[in-house]
């Protein structure tokens, strides 16, 4: 068993020290290619924002970032299992408490599923209070013959096609960093206060419909209730079961954010992101030359790094050699996001790639970014079918290969949007007009989340 986490939060909890960092190394990434940058608009509110974002409080503490690597440590052995969910872009707007306790209940729900459906520990993690920064393949947008800037995320500009709305303006990082703290305050009173308490696991399902994911998730709570009555009857104290760990991620894509929020550990004099516990790099910012990778080499964060269809053995040898030097277990998790029609072609030969190389990172499945469409209306979006499919196939190469597919990272949301299409009660292109609200990549739903947490766990318990 492990030490309970929150006796080190409580003792390292205040061991950050305050201001940025002062450290040069933490720099030597503007002198690299910085992609996906924002033009600020303005250089003295860019300047101000990152005076103030300089000062401001941790979000998170290096003890509680220390207790998340120890936990994916378990994940990479093989003993635990990793669950990534949330919003494809969080919004200021829709950081609201509804929704915010919608997706965590959402993520709640599939891990109840999946820890006792597979008997494993999950790891619970959202795509939450920082999700703000979107990497675009474009720099600008047509439409009607009007050409704008594009949508980078909240923290960069707004969505609404006007100029105004999309200039790059430097005091959204501010409201950012407000935003996510009140977003990570009520996840913490959530996941502390006795909402995340295994006894509710029936109250997480309610407010929804009747439709077979919930029918079979009340019979799955059910059983868990008898076993948890079963225990207390058994004199089995439940005070621990009252608090759950749930860990904030985002893409460290806006590297002005992150350095500004990057504090010393007073214990050891070392560097943390305090934007969030686990960070990530995208896809399109994962060169091993870059920025990126080179600033998130020297932070203590666990680090993920995104995997496309066009990774080679070389970059991700590259990739661990530069953020993971020490093969530390539970530092360094790849997220692989090829596609369900290349999976089973492109990572066996991945995995089985850094095999030799001393690493033992946690391997995650990204079903959804590869698997990107467009409809005939116009909407992009992705068949719940490919997802799935994506899911089985990252099971089977590990299976084939002996390694453990340690997780899952997934765009959901707690609301019933219609943004994917399919599942067992199924959305279809015609619902997309009412229903369809991502600013960004489409999301899955409440019940096609739960559809995919019970697949996962048949794959896992098998
Ligand atoms: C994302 O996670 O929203 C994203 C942009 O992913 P990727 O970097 O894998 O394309
Ligand atoms: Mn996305």
Known sequence: MHEDPRDQILAFGTAISEGAAPDPALDAWRDLEVRQAPAWADEADFRAAVAELSQVPPLVFAGEVDVLRTRLADVARGEAFLLQGGD?????????????????????????VLTYGASMPVVKMGRIAGQYAKPRSSDT????????????????????????????????????????????????????????????????????????????????????????????????????????????????????????????????????????????????????????????????????VKLGPSTTVDDVRALADRLDPEREPGRLTFIARMGASKIRDVLPGIVEGVRGEGLQPVWVTD???GNTITAANGYKTRRFEDVMDEVSGFFEVHRGLGTHPGGMHVELTGDDVAECVGGADPVAEADFDARYETLCDPRLNHQQSLELAFKVTDALAH
């Open 141 to 304: 947008e047509t439409r009607d013959g009007v050409t704008l800037p594009s949508f980078r995320g909240e923290i960069v500009n707004g969505f609404e096609f006007t100029e105004e709305a999309r200039r790059h303006d430097a005091r959204r990082m501010v409201t950012a960093y407000h935003t996510a703290a009140s977003t990570l305050n009520l996840v913490r009173a959530f996941t502390q206060g006795g909402f995340a308490d295994l006894r509710s696991v029936h109250q997480w399902n309610r407010g929804f419909m009747e439709n077979p994911a919930h029918k079979k998730y009340e019979r799955i709570a059910a059983e868990i209730d008898r076993a948890v009555r079963f225990m207390a009857a058994a004199g089995a104290d439940f005070e621990a079961m009252r608090r759950t760990e749930f860990y904030a991620a985002h893409e460290a894509l806006l590297l002005d954010y992150e350095r500004a929020l990057t504090r010393l550990d007073s214990r050891t004099g070392t560097p943390y992101a305090t934007s969030a516990h686990f960070l990530w790099i995208g896809e399109r910012t994962r060169e091993v030359d870059g920025a990126h990778v080179d600033f998130l080499s020297r932070v203590r964060n666990p680090i993920g």
């Open 88 to 112: 494809c872009a969080e919004t200021f707007a829709g950081s609201t408490a509804n929704r915010i306790s919608a997706r965590v209940k959402t993520i709640l729900q599939m891990a109840a």
């Open 367 to 369: 079903p959804m970014h």
